[in-house]
């Protein structure tokens, strides 16, 4: 049967949206270059660098557990020597603890403030912090942690494998679909939008994203920068309809149920702005009927919270007119 959300139908899922498929043992591990190896269970995604006598671990989400350790000791026997946390969240690194207690553990100074307020256990504080960049050099691997800025959370680092031209950036880029919910969840849009750049500017040809079941290229990150950029266009065009919608609202639901005639109101002008954005990426970028709407709403807000666009258009609609 076929189904539709927001009076789109779902088609298939893209091809380019599909990766190569997780074995009965519940996850992948596969190497892309000269000892810098993926893991996938299908919805996350972690790394590992093979150095000369140790191993580099990237973040360890629950989902795949104790598998991560499962997947390195079917590739190496040499033991995890460091961890890199790409972001504070607990579905990327809690099942961090399964490493050795005398691993190094690095990450970006917001990360650690934020695991130090969590008090979480099961997200130990990171050994060594950095600012903005950080080389760690072993056994003949060099990886290079860069922070650029808040976005999809703050802390959220890029891994960049230079000798490999390997760059991982969790959260942030959705190979083959667009972003998840409310862009992804991120803590700060304009970083977000940012984050597309900050990647290009890296010498890299594979990209590890933290999601779903394929590796991303630079195309993906440009074909997503172009998708935020037609949202950010949308969301502009429904601030500017916004007034005829709050008429629309008012007679819908009246005014008496502030937050209900808000929703109505928001929603509408989301819903007519984002249509031409759903139309052009159908069938490109998997998820697009599904979360077009949600997009461009979330955009909506930022713009008019972060960069006080158009304020005298939403800020005080008139209630009594
Ligand atoms: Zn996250």
Redesign the pocket.
């Known amino acids: 049967m076929t189904q539709t959300v927001s009076g789109f139908e779902i088609p298939p899922i893209p091809r380019n949206a599909t990766g190569p498929r997780v074995p009965s043992c519940g996850y992948l591990v596969q190497e892309i270059k000269d000892g810098v190896h993926w893991i996938t269970d299908g919805g996350y995604q972690c790394a590992f660098v093979v150095c000369e006598d140790g191993v580099v671990a990237i973040d360890a989400p629950p989902s795949l557990g104790g598998l991560v350790t499962q997947a390195i000791r079917d590739v190496t026997s040499k033991p995890v020597t460091h961890v890199v946390y790409t972001?504070?969240?607990g579905?990327?690194i809690g099942a961090v603890n399964q490493f050795p207690d005398d691993a190094i553990r690095i990450a970006q100074r917001e990360t650690h403030s934020i695991l130090l307020e969590s008090g979480d256990p099961a997200r130990r504080l990171p050994d060594v912090t950095f600012k903005d960049s950080y080389r760690l050099e072993v056994g003949g691997r060099v990886l290079d942690l860069h922070y650029k800025g808040s976005n999809?959370?703050p802390g959220?680092s890029f891994v960049h494998l230079p000798q490999q031209r390997i760059l991982m950036l969790?959260?942030v880029i959705y190979p083959g679909w667009v972003p998840f919910t409310n862009i992804?969840?991120s803590k700060n849009i304009r970083g977000f939008m940012a984050h597309h750049d900050h990647a290009l500017a890296f010498d890299f040809d594979t990209m590890i994203t933290?999601h779903l079941t394929r590796l991303g290229t630079r195309e993906d990150v440009e074909t997503q920068r172009a998708y935020m950029h037609d949202i950010r266009r949308a969301a502009q065009h429904a601030l500017e309809i916004t007034p005829e919608k709050r008429e629309l609202a008012r007679e819908a639901v009246g005014l008496d149920h502030i937050y209900l005639y808000f929703k109505t109101m928001y929603e509408a002008a989301a819903a007519e702005a984002a249509r031409p954005v759903i139309e052009k990426w159908s069938g490109r970028l998997a998820g697009v009927e599904t979360l077009g709407v949600n997009h461009t709403l979330t955009m909506y807000h930022s713009l008019r919270l972060d960069e006080n666009a158009e304020p005298h258009v939403v800020f005080f609609p008139p209630l009594a007119t």
């Open positions: 972001h504070s969240h579905d990327h999809h959370a959220n969790v959260d992804a969840q933290g």
